[in-house]
């Protein structure tokens, strides 16, 4: 034979499936997902997220019920994120003990114990006036008013049970005053896995459809990461680690696999990756429009962000994903 045949041919190693699943690199499971759960205080109904389909506000009394399929989706960890009745300039709904989440948190652990880890999202849009994920003085944020009230609500989040505070606030100091406030309260077990690298980002649009929490002046560029600066988006994983974080994040997730790849070669520290609701919409229209196949880009996409170097996925498919890895 002619020397100028191919002695490499990686074709040999993809020739049957069993063949293929033999050197399958990635692997991706169940105990990757984090799934999201809204609940919304004096709901009378669950109600489905326009924008996100599929993705639904639950009153209270429905939350065992979703909490149980789930857990039997073999999914570990739920992230809470809470729709106040009435919000005000402090927040107030946030860190009572009678909070929507507070409430939430002591209803999963009564009944699920350790059988499911309990994540809630510590933050103030959803519950200020403003609909700014910190306190406002004069119409600007005030970074170190709002680390008080954010160590606030992740003690009545600890107070209630939670096992992961999730801070999503991209307040300066915000993953400090939180381990401060808890381990002072001897809640030195409670993790912390900081909204890192939070991007300002246009893919956010459809939570705050799911969240009620659309900034009613301005925007949150003055807090978020820019997304033209990678460098600055290590400097806040770098800090958050400092601070003693347990686990950080990129987010979103798709547009920035290169911040996900950056933070596991140069860190050593579970990262997370959130799918945010933008990515979830455009899959779900296209797949609406029958453009795309909605299982397949799922799989595709959630696949690319383990690869990227993601330890765990905060994801609006993990019930799908779940339910499909399991055929
Ligand atoms: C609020 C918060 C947001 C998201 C998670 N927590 C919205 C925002 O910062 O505007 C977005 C999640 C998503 O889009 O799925 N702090």
Redesign the pocket.
Same mark, same amino acid.
């Given at each position: 034979m002619s020397s100028s045949f191919p002695t490499k041919r990686l074709r040999r190693l993809r020739k049957s499936e069993k063949m293929r699943n033999l050197v399958q690199e990635v692997l991706f499971s169940a105990n990757d997902l984090i799934c999201p759960v809204f609940v919304q205080e004096n709901l009378k109904e669950r109600n489905v997220v326009k924008s996100m389909p599929d993705i639904i506000r639950l009153p209270l009394e429905d939350l065992t019920g979703e909490i149980e399929k789930i857990k039997e989706l073999k999914i570990p960890a739920i992230m809470l994120f809470g729709i106040p009745a009435k919000k005000d300039d402090a927040g107030t709904g946030s860190f009572v003990d009678d909070g929507i989440v507070q409430k939430a948190i002591s209803q999963v652990r009564q009944n699920f114990g350790d059988n499911i880890v309990i994540m809630a999202?510590v !933050?103030l !849009?959803q519950y200020t006036s403003s609909g700014h !994920?910190g306190i406002l003085r004069e119409n600007k944020i005030d970074n170190d008013a709002s680390l008080k009230t954010l160590a606030e609500i992740a003690l009545s989040q600890a107070r209630s049970g939670v096992d992961i505070v999730s801070p =999503?606030?991209m307040m300066d100091g915000q993953v400090k005053a939180i381990r401060q406030i808890l381990d002072d309260n001897g809640f030195t077990d409670v993790g912390i896995m900081s909204?890192s690298a939070?991007h300002r980002s246009s893919?956010?649009n459809?939570? *705050?459809d799911a969240?009620d929490?659309a900034p009613q002046f301005g925007d *949150?560029k003055t807090y978020?990461v820019p997304f033209t600066n990678p460098r600055e988006a290590m400097r806040e994983i770098e800090s958050d680690i400092t601070e003693g974080v347990d686990i950080v994040m990129v987010k979103p997730a798709l547009a920035y696999l290169d911040l996900i790849a950056e933070t596991k070669r140069i860190h050593n520290i579970p990262i997370s990756a959130?799918s945010? =609701?933008?990515e979830y919409a455009l899959v779900k229209a296209a797949s609406q429009l029958g453009w795309i196949n909605e299982i397949d880009i799922m799989t595709e996409i959630l696949y690319s962000i383990k690869r990227a170097g993601a330890d765990m996925i905060v994801t609006y498919f993990a019930k799908k994903m779940a339910s499909n890895l399991s055929k």
């Open positions: 999202d !933050c !849009c !994920c =999503s606030a909204h939070k893919f956010y459809p939570f *705050r969240a929490c *949150r978020q959130y945010v =609701s933008g």
